[in-house]
């Protein structure tokens, strides 16, 4: 347009607010992914054990279904916090195979298409354009584990009384929380993956290594030094051990074996192993290392501009 037609008008609408800028990421992904049919079946999939686990809980409180189907109430499965914990440890699994799907495109395909300029050209910053992206999953993962387990709690509540909600309180504080914590830690490593891999396949395979080849790891060093530290170098037990300490389940102590020593006096002798967990806070410290490690390789990563010397 040239400047002396003076046809130039500022844009005189309303301003979206700065906090919520980054939504508008979500808002198209979510658009684009469930326009796949094997995304949307899968993520179907995923509400089926909540609708079991309800029926569990429903026949807990109905004495005619129980009637009906002959079924002894001391035989159903005892809805305590045990209860929720499997439902957040499955829930949570399916969440990680979601990741597994839809993570590494993210933002492999912004870095391959050269689009990362043109988000930050834009009044959008760097933590804006990570906290946008990272939404996309926090949103679809948190469909699937803490929003069915509060709806459980609260209908397990409804059918048990008041009394049985305040004592049991922390339950729900459990669920939401511990399913927030995989939430972060699958988010972060799926956009850190997503960013250095630009092909989807491989992503997708990188993703499941640093989850199951650490995993192989840890039970070989356990196996070699009758240990359980090994454990710290497994994300799946990092945050099964996480899980347990927010419902309480957490023991230390995991059992006891017969070992071998080499004994001056008396060689090959046997002693019994004690094998116990790694401390609650060291598993959690190894987490919020790889969330950082994460962090600051999206930050090296996600630049308007790449220098090549």
Same mark, same amino acid.
């Given at each position: ?32 992914? !469930? ?7 899968? !993520? ?19 004495? @005619?279904? +129980? ?12 809805? /305590? ?24 495109? +993210? ?5 391959? @298409?050269?689009? =990362? ?26 469909? *699937?584990? #803490?929003?069915?387990? +509060? ?17 049991? !309180? ?11 914590? #995989?939430? *972060? ?10 960013? !250095?891999?630009? #092909? ?25 030094? +009758? ?12 945050? @099964?051990? *996480? #899980? ?18 080499? @004994?001056? =006096?008396?060689? /090959? ?41």
């Amino acid at each position: 347009m040239a400047v002396y037609e003076h046809g130039y008008r500022p844009y005189a609408g309303r301003l979206t607010p700065e906090w919520s800028r980054f939504l508008v990421i979500p808002r198209y992904a979510l658009r684009d992914t !469930f326009k796949s049919k094997f995304f949307l079946g899968f !993520f179907a999939l995923c509400f089926l054990y909540p609708l079991v686990a309800s029926i569990i809980v429903y026949l807990h409180h109905n004495t @005619n279904a +129980l009637a009906l189907f002959k079924i002894d109430v001391r035989s159903l499965i005892p809805i /305590n916090a045990s209860f929720f914990e499997y439902f957040v440890t499955f829930q949570g699994w399916l969440a990680f195979l979601l990741a597994v799907t839809m993570g590494p495109t +993210l933002v492999s395909r912004d870095m391959s @298409n050269n689009a =990362i300029p043109l988000y930050l050209s834009r009044p959008f910053s760097r933590t804006e354009y990570v906290i946008g992206k990272l939404s996309v999953l926090a949103i679809l993962l948190s469909l *699937v584990t #803490w929003v069915p387990g +509060l709806l459980l709690f609260f209908f397990q509540a409804y059918l048990e009384g008041v009394g049985w909600l305040w004592s049991n !309180f922390w339950i729900a504080g459990a669920i939401f929380f511990g399913s927030a914590v #995989w939430i *972060v830690l699958l988010g972060l490593l799926s956009l850190a993956v997503s960013a !250095f891999v630009k #092909w989807r396949v491989v992503a997708s395979g990188a993703l499941l290594g640093m989850f199951f080849v650490p995993s192989a790891f840890a039970e070989i060093v356990n196996n070699l030094f +009758l240990t359980r530290v090994g454990h710290l170098f497994s994300p799946g037990a990092l945050i @099964n051990s *996480v #899980w347990k300490g927010f419902f309480g389940t957490f023991v230390r102590e995991t059992g006891r074996i017969r070992g071998r020593i080499t @004994n001056p =006096i008396r060689d /090959n002798e046997f002693v019994d192993i004690v094998l116990r967990e790694p401390p609650l806070w060291a598993s959690w410290l190894v987490l919020a290392l790889v969330c950082a490690f994460c962090l600051w390789l999206l930050s090296r990563k996600i630049r308007a501009y790449e220098v090549v010397k």
